[in-house]
């Protein structure tokens, strides 16, 4: 075993049991009077069995301690939520995984960098863990999840902050009577140009809004955006939370599906749910999003460790070291998939809302940027770049018998995470860990082992030092895509650094 890795063998259970009465005494934030507090607590058990070690893994150190068949087990059935459940993330990092992980290959105090970091779980695991973090990703509410999530608020700022602004909000919501007449009754194109003329309020260009949002959804939406952006003495840190609880009322407010991870969509449920007459009351959305904030916050509070640090900068892990120049101890990531989650589109409303996207066009700047995108166009550089690894060009030979476009996203995938793969080893020292939690694909009812494909790709930079995999329990991280990316399972990669 490495020097830097612990011999810890189980997941540190973890559970908090406080409540917030103090945050809640609002009468505002209470639904009803006298009600308590609920504890946020996830019962989960995740179970890692140990692959064969491969060839080059068998002269390093044994990993963490095993049963003798290989089986590696461990417990986290009182797993605290904390902020980990703010804004709602397909395919996120398992949270007792990512503490596991951490706890497994980096000690306190140290380090560890997660460049895919996605809604910020290693982030806030890090932090409860006694670990400074940093975490980097392509998408900007990407970056504001985690820093927002990772960000140690104290509770009564949260709560003095919050209550001001929904005594600044009360005078524009609408009544119970015509929310309830709205739900088959919406403005006509005039009625809301009036409307934001009057109250000086200004949408976003989101291409098609009214197919996205109902004309007064968008009026209501556009109030409590202004609203937040021009509370006064409010701190930074805390705006941004205000803005990630706001975010996480946009995709409740529209007409999109919150629950499919493919992308964005107005499916035939949510139309249905329409048809018979569906009640939209922003203010009161983004009311429960701010209480569940102020509970979590609380929790993360008491949790985390006041002396550690970590951030969250929007980088490409393809340029990675053009943000980043120190080194850090570990790397613990969980990847995109190949071909599985469209960030890109699925965050397209809130992109908007947020102003990290003005027009289409600035917004198409950032798409070539992402990795693990189902299609690829051809005038991609990566297009033409022959690739050096076997087994993807054994996938890759056969793919493009019958389906180019699939061929091209494998590529454009295995390439963009050996060049990311590269710029991870310059930011480690010789025998440092470096942990990708990933998926397998499918193709033609064949697994393409990403593992595998990872393993060769960097086999100049890193040695394997251990294989694992859990199965996926929670059904918004198991789902099943046109294209065969079915992700029942993840698999955990350790690389070690080469000298």
Same mark, same amino acid.
């Given at each position: @075993?490495?020097?830097?890795?612990?011999?810890?063998?189980?997941?540190?259970?973890?559970?908090?049991?406080?409540?917030?009465?103090?945050?809640?005494?609002?009468?505002?934030?209470?639904?009803?009077?006298?009600?308590?507090?609920?504890?946020?607590?996830?019962?989960?058990?995740?179970?890692?069995?140990?692959?064969?070690?491969?060839? %080059?893994?068998?002269?390093?150190?044994?990993?963490?301690?095993?049963?003798?068949?290989?089986?590696?087990?461990?417990?986290?059935?009182?797993?605290?939520?904390?902020?980990?459940?703010?804004?709602?993330? +397909?395919?996120?990092?398992?949270?007792?995984?990512?503490?596991?992980?951490?706890?497994?290959?980096?000690?306190?105090?140290?380090?560890?960098?997660? +460049?895919?970091?996605?809604?910020?779980?290693?982030?806030?695991?890090?932090?409860?863990?006694?670990?400074?973090?940093?975490?980097? #990703?392509?998408?900007?509410?990407?970056?504001?999840?985690?820093?927002?999530?990772?960000?140690?608020?104290?509770?009564?700022?949260?709560? !003095?902050?919050?209550?001001?602004?929904?005594?600044?909000?009360?005078?524009?919501?609408?009544?119970?009577?015509?929310? !309830?007449?709205?739900?088959?009754?919406?403005?006509?194109?005039?009625?809301?140009?009036?409307?934001?003329?009057?109250?000086?309020?200004?949408?976003?260009?989101?291409?098609? @809004?009214?197919?996205?949002?109902?004309?007064?959804?968008?009026?209501?939406?556009?109030?409590?955006?202004?609203?937040?952006?021009?509370?006064?003495?409010?701190?930074?840190?805390?705006? #941004?939370?205000?803005?990630?609880?706001?975010?996480?009322?946009?995709?409740?407010?529209? %007409?999109?599906? +919150?629950?499919?991870?493919?992308?964005?969509?107005?499916?035939?449920? @949510?139309?249905?749910?329409?048809?018979?007459?569906?009640?939209?009351?922003?203010?009161?959305?983004?009311?429960?999003?701010?209480?569940?904030?102020?509970?979590?916050?609380?929790?993360?509070?008491?949790?985390?460790?006041?002396?550690?640090?970590?951030?969250?900068?929007?980088?490409?892990?393809?340029?990675?070291?053009?943000?980043?120049?120190?080194?850090?101890?570990?790397?613990? &990531?969980?990847?995109?998939?190949?071909?599985?989650?469209?960030?890109?589109?699925?965050?397209?409303?809130?992109?908007?809302?947020?102003?990290?996207?003005?027009?289409?066009?600035?917004?198409?700047?950032?798409? +070539?940027?992402?990795?693990?995108?189902?299609?690829?166009?051809? &005038?991609?550089?990566?297009?033409?770049?022959?690739?050096?690894?076997?087994?993807?060009?054994?996938?890759?030979?056969? @793919?493009?018998?019958?389906?180019?476009?699939?061929?091209?996203?494998?590529?454009?995938?295995?390439?963009?995470?050996?060049?990311?793969?590269?710029?991870?080893?310059?930011?480690?020292?010789?025998?440092?860990?470096?942990?990708?939690?990933?998926?397998?694909?499918?193709?033609?009812? !064949?697994?393409?082992?990403?593992?595998?494909?990872?393993?060769?790709?960097?086999?100049?930079?890193?040695?394997?030092?251990?294989?694992?995999?859990?199965?996926?329990?929670?059904?918004?991280?198991?789902?099943?895509?046109?294209?065969?990316?079915?992700?029942?399972?993840?698999?955990?990669?350790?690389?070690?650094?080469?000298?």
């Amino acid at each position: @075993m490495s020097a830097r890795c612990s011999s810890r063998t189980t997941a540190r259970d973890v559970v908090w049991s406080g409540t917030c009465s103090k945050l809640l005494h609002l009468a505002k934030f209470a639904p009803h009077r006298g009600s308590t507090t609920r504890h946020l607590i996830v019962r989960t058990r995740v179970i890692l069995n140990r692959l064969p070690l491969t060839e %080059n893994s068998a002269a390093l150190a044994q990993g963490p301690i095993a049963s003798s068949d290989g089986r590696l087990a461990f417990s986290a059935q009182k797993f605290a939520d904390v902020t980990h459940y703010l804004f709602r993330y +397909p395919a996120k990092f398992h949270p007792p995984v990512a503490r596991h992980l951490i706890e497994q290959f980096s000690k306190p105090g140290e380090t560890v960098l997660d +460049p895919f970091c996605g809604s910020g779980t290693l982030l806030v695991e890090a932090s409860i863990a006694g670990r400074n973090s940093i975490g980097t #990703d392509i998408d900007p509410l990407a970056i504001l999840s985690s820093r927002v999530k990772a960000s140690r608020l104290r509770p009564a700022s949260l709560s !003095e902050t919050t209550s001001r602004l929904l005594e600044n909000l009360e005078p524009h919501r609408r009544s119970a009577a015509e929310y !309830e007449r709205r739900q088959f009754e919406d403005y006509d194109d005039a009625s809301l140009k009036a409307q934001l003329t009057r109250k000086g309020l200004v949408l976003p260009a989101i291409p098609n @809004m009214t197919h996205w949002f109902r004309r007064y959804v968008a009026l209501d939406l556009a109030v409590i955006k202004r609203a937040i952006l021009s509370l006064r003495n409010a701190s930074a840190p805390v705006r #941004d939370a205000l803005l990630l609880c706001f975010a996480s009322t946009v995709r409740r407010a529209s %007409n999109a599906d +919150p629950v499919p991870v493919s992308g964005l969509e107005v499916t035939a449920h @949510m139309k249905a749910i329409d048809a018979k007459g569906r009640t939209i009351d922003p203010f009161t959305l983004f009311e429960n999003e701010l209480r569940k904030a102020c509970v979590a916050f609380s929790a993360f509070w008491e949790q985390a460790q006041p002396r550690v640090r970590s951030r969250a900068l929007q980088a490409d892990a393809c340029r990675l070291s053009r943000r980043l120049t120190a080194n850090v101890d570990a790397v613990i &990531t969980s990847p995109p998939y190949h071909g599985a989650v469209d960030y890109y589109r699925r965050h397209t409303l809130e992109t908007y809302w947020l102003d990290y996207a003005a027009t289409l066009e600035e917004r198409l700047k950032l798409l +070539p940027r992402y990795i693990g995108r189902a299609k690829v166009p051809q &005038t991609h550089e990566y297009a033409a770049t022959e690739a050096a690894a076997p087994y993807l060009l054994s996938w890759e030979k056969r @793919m493009r018998r019958a389906d180019r476009a699939r061929a091209d996203a494998l590529k454009h995938y295995a390439l963009s995470m050996q060049k990311a793969l590269s710029e991870i080893a310059q930011l480690l020292e010789p025998g440092a860990p470096a942990v990708f939690v990933i998926g397998n694909s499918r193709w033609k009812g !064949e697994e393409i082992d990403t593992s595998q494909l990872l393993s060769e790709l960097t086999k100049t930079l890193f040695v394997v030092r251990d294989r694992y995999w859990y199965p996926i329990k929670n059904r918004y991280m198991s789902y099943a895509r046109h294209n065969g990316a079915n992700i029942a399972q993840e698999h955990v990669l350790v690389l070690e650094r080469k000298g």
